[in-house]
């Protein structure tokens, strides 16, 4: 099947301002089920556009604007080709079979920031450490609880939550519950990472949380099946509906845009997005 993304974001100032470079992290990663036919990436006021490839292996744009302005407008457009998958369709190595995983020396030695937590925060349960327990049961277990037990808001703006703070109020975005299964996993002894990118559905099915959105969500490390990508928000493993565009250790790793302006003052202004997701003729 192939599908159309259209991204489109909108700055607006009150007045004319001097803008950073900013980074645009929106283009969708690319594997052996999901190929890009065409992608277009616009920038407004003027901009020159660089490609790089990131420290964690994300597609970036990096957009240089030499005029001061008003208005900043970034337009992304993406035609995609996908290959149908079951998220369940993998096999653990023998030492990944419980929780926490046993690492390999090589393993341990580059997943090491991915299984670091700076919070410590306290976890109920079934969230808290508790070792041995079967590998995807217990995932399911930790998906599921997350999903039942915190009421998803949509929030276009600001970092996560910190974990603490989600579990008190039990309400949140995406990006909240996404940092918080990464304080989990990390404290169960599973290498994680934040993610974002796009999360579809076909119309003619029942429609998941936060579907045809910008979405967060965490890819977690097992032997022998390496990344998998699990959604606390809708409390399942992604299959092909979630599409991934960047993959970090922090919020700011993963931003779909980044990038700031030059002042001695706080200019008031406004950002406006637009999204659509459908299915594209072959």
């Not at 690319?30 to 420290?55: K, M, N, P, Y």
């Not at 080709?81 to 929780?99: D, V």
Request: aromatic share 8%; glycine share 6%.
């Amino acid at each position: 099947m192939n599908i159309r993304i259209k991204y489109q974001a909108t700055y607006t100032y009150d007045e004319r301002v001097s803008l950073s470079p900013h980074i645009i992290r929106v283009f969708p990663r690319s594997d052996i089920r999901t190929r890009v036919i065409e992608q277009s990436l616009h920038c407004g006021g003027g901009a020159s556009i660089q490609f790089h490839r990131d420290l964690h292996d994300n597609d970036t744009a990096y957009c240089f604007f030499p005029l001061d302005t008003h208005r900043v407008e970034i337009t992304f457009s993406s035609t995609l080709a996908i290959t149908p998958r079951n998220p369940l369709e993998f096999l653990l190595n023998t030492h990944g079979l419980s929780l926490p995983p046993v690492y390999s020396p090589a393993e341990t030695a580059l997943l090491a920031p991915h299984l670091t937590t700076p919070f410590a925060t306290p976890l109920p349960a079934p969230l808290a450490p508790e070792a041995p327990r079967p590998t995807v049961e217990t995932l399911m277990t930790l998906l599921r609880w997350m999903h039942e037990n915190i009421r998803y808001e949509r929030r276009d703006e600001g970092n996560p939550l910190p974990p603490e703070q989600l579990l008190e109020q039990r309400v949140g975005s995406c990006r909240d519950f996404m940092a918080l299964l990464v304080e989990v996993l990390r404290q169960n002894g599973v290498a994680a990472r934040l993610v974002s990118g796009y999360l579809w559905e076909d119309p003619t099915l029942i429609q998941r949380v936060a579907d045809h959105a910008l979405h967060a969500w965490v890819e977690a490390y097992f032997p022998g099946a390496g990344w998998l990508a699990l959604d606390p928000t809708n409390g399942v493993f992604c299959d092909h509906h979630a599409i991934p565009a960047a993959a970090g250790l922090t919020p700011e790793d993963i931003a779909p845009v980044s990038g700031t302006y030059y002042g001695e003052r706080q200019i008031p202004g406004h950002l406006e997005t637009r999204l659509t997701i459908s299915e594209h003729p072959a």
